[in-house]
């Protein structure tokens, strides 16, 4: 069995990359993302990053309940809540961006548990061997 800590930490990989969000490392204890900058650069609306980065940080405490947001999962929170609150109230924007968590971590918990366990044995991963494991899961199948 897995902690729940690399699940929290699997969770925000792969909803990062689910949100064409980019991974540059990846350990037992924090992911560090692309600055949102550079999803807003490439021509995304400040509404889907919005809804991007606000998935990923709270897909580590759907993903593994109790465990929280840490500090650098707050303040990509707070940068969500900030992009989002243009169109809508940030605690508006906070309860929707919850329920989209919890939904996508219950619809990829699988994909998460396998992420989970190569960090427990890894304990760090660059964005690239991250991008290796999960093109390899396409192979398997």
């Not at 792969?14 to 807003?40: K, Q, T, Y």
């Amino acid at each position: 069995m897995v902690s729940k800590t690399a699940l929290h930490e699997a969770a925000h990989v792969l909803a990062a990359l689910g949100h064409e969000i980019g991974v540059l490392h990846a350990s037992i204890d924090e992911v560090i993302l692309r600055p949102p900058g550079d999803s807003l650069e490439r021509g995304r609306h400040h509404g889907a990053v919005a809804v991007g980065y606000g998935i990923t940080a709270l897909a580590g405490g759907a993903a593994a309940p109790g465990t929280g947001l840490s500090k650098s999962d707050d303040l990509l929170l707070e940068r969500a809540l900030f992009l989002g609150s243009w169109s809508d109230s940030p605690d508006e924007v906070r309860r929707a961006l919850s329920a989209l968590a919890d939904s996508f971590a219950h619809d990829h918990r699988t994909e998460i548990e396998r992420l989970a366990v190569v960090l427990e044995q890894r304990r760090s991963i660059s964005g690239i061997e991250v991008a290796e494991i999960i093109e390899g899961w396409g192979r398997d199948q």
